[in-house]
């Protein structure tokens, strides 16, 4: 299963029309991290970057992202190479503060969707409506692909990246694969 996600990314004839284009990510350092306020400050320096307070929204800083899942919840996402040095500076500027900090690095996959039918594509799945004008640039949520729970967050108007447990990677990779069939992925 782990070669499974590893080099896969599905990429359009070039003398087709544009479509979808399914990519699997490079591993990457992933926390959840819950917390209040005065955790949230911690974490945000650490991090690196200011963690959002706005639901369902994402923040970035180089490398480094922080997407809002709920009140008291962030999934933080960073370089692989980072994991060791993030999650250290992390507990160092936690510790006496009540929070919780899950390494989710090697138990979640990431992959994304892009291209004009990346919408339709989601939706094959998805029960959100993902209209730009809906569900923007920057925001992110958690949400289901078919039966896999994913955290969904909208890059560019036509790029989304999928974060779901290692488990599901195939499945979903599987059901984005034949929903972009219908749009002339090759």
């Not at 087709?16 to 591993?27: K, M, T």
């Not at 979640?108 to 640039?137: K, M, Q, W, Y």
Request: proline share 6%.
């Amino acid at each position: 299963m782990a070669d499974f996600f590893a080099a896969r990314t599905w990429a359009l004839d070039r003398s087709a029309p544009p479509g979808p284009v399914l990519a699997a990510l490079a591993p990457s350092s992933r926390f959840a991290f819950r917390g209040r306020s005065a955790a949230i400050n911690e974490a945000s320096i650490a991090l690196g970057l200011t963690l959002p307070r706005e639901p369902r929204r994402a923040t970035v800083k180089g490398e480094r992202a922080a997407l809002w899942l709920g009140p008291d919840e962030w999934l933080l996402l960073a370089p692989a190479m980072e994991e060791p040095a993030l999650r250290s500076a992390l507990r160092n500027a936690l510790q006496g503060l009540p929070h919780s900090l899950v390494d989710l690095g090697h138990a979640h996959a990431g992959l994304t969707v892009s291209g004009p039918a990346a919408e339709a594509v989601l939706n094959a799945g998805c029960p959100l409506d993902l209209d730009l004008s809906i569900f923007r640039v920057g925001e992110c949520t958690r949400t289901v692909f078919a039966k896999a729970e994913i955290a969904l967050w909208r890059v560019r108007s036509d790029r989304f990246r999928l974060e779901t447990d290692r488990s599901y990677a195939a499945y979903v990779w599987q059901l984005l694969s034949d929903a972009a069939c219908e749009y002339e992925i090759q």
